[in-house]
Structures are given as C-alpha cells and as structure tokens.
C-alpha cells in the first residue's frame, strides 16, 4: 500500500498505522494580531456560547483579525463614553484638586457603567 495518494477530488491522503487513509488538511495561515482584554472576553463567550461561529472563524482563519477588531473597537467605545459620562455627570480636573476620593468614586462608577454597556454591545452578542 502506497505511504500518500492523491484521491479523485483533489485531496491527498495519508496512509495511517491502523491502515486507513487520512486526508491531508490544514487550517488556512493566519495572521498573528495583538489581542487585549476585550479580545480575550470575546473568545471566551465564543468558545462557551458561540460554538458554531467560533468554530466558522477559526476555519475561515478569520478569528485572530476578529478578535483583534472587537477588541479595537471596544477600546475606542470605552475612551469615547468615559469621555461623555465625564462631561454629563460634571466629573472635571478641578473637581480633582478639591476633593479627590469623591473624583475616584465617580470615575470607578463611570468606568463601571461604561464597561458594562461594551459587555452587553459588542462581547456578549
């Protein structure tokens, strides 16, 4: 028996130990893109929820650039609605100078809110 074969469809096969032919695939190459917090939340809610289109993404080699985008754009969502929370609730510089730890609260409160409008927007959807 031949070690490789190419079959009819274009695919060639290998010859395993227990005597059955296994054809040859790969995944696609793709491209290594630095990933976050953001990333790393969407990848876990995908590998738990998601099966299907996470498995669609990592064969289309796709879910590294998806990754690297929701964690892009999330990043960019949150320095935009800090921003505007600030400004609504009156959270300023100088508010800062005069008292800090009521500065520190709103802005944890802030931050908080923020992070759970990406969560629900861009993570778990």
């Known amino acids: 028996m031949e070690k490789h074969i190419m079959g009819e469809n274009g695919i060639s096969y290998t010859l395993g130990e227990d005597g059955l032919y296994y054809p040859d695939l790969y995944l696609p190459e793709e491209t290594e893109y630095p990933i976050g ?20 993404l990592v064969l289309a080699g796709k879910l590294n650039k998806h990754l690297h985008q929701i964690d892009k754009e999330c990043n ?17 510089e100088e508010l800062k100078m005069q008292n800090q730890m009521a500065w520190v609260g709103r802005m944890n409160n802030i931050r908080a809110c923020a992070e759970e409008m990406i969560m629900n927007g861009k993570i778990y959807n």
């Open 37 to 56: 917090k953001y990333g790393m939340l969407r990848k876990s809610y995908l590998q738990e929820h998601r099966k299907g289109l996470c498995l669609e």
């Open 76 to 92: 960019q969502m949150m320095d935009r609605l800090v921003d505007q929370m600030k400004e609504a609730h009156g959270v300023t």
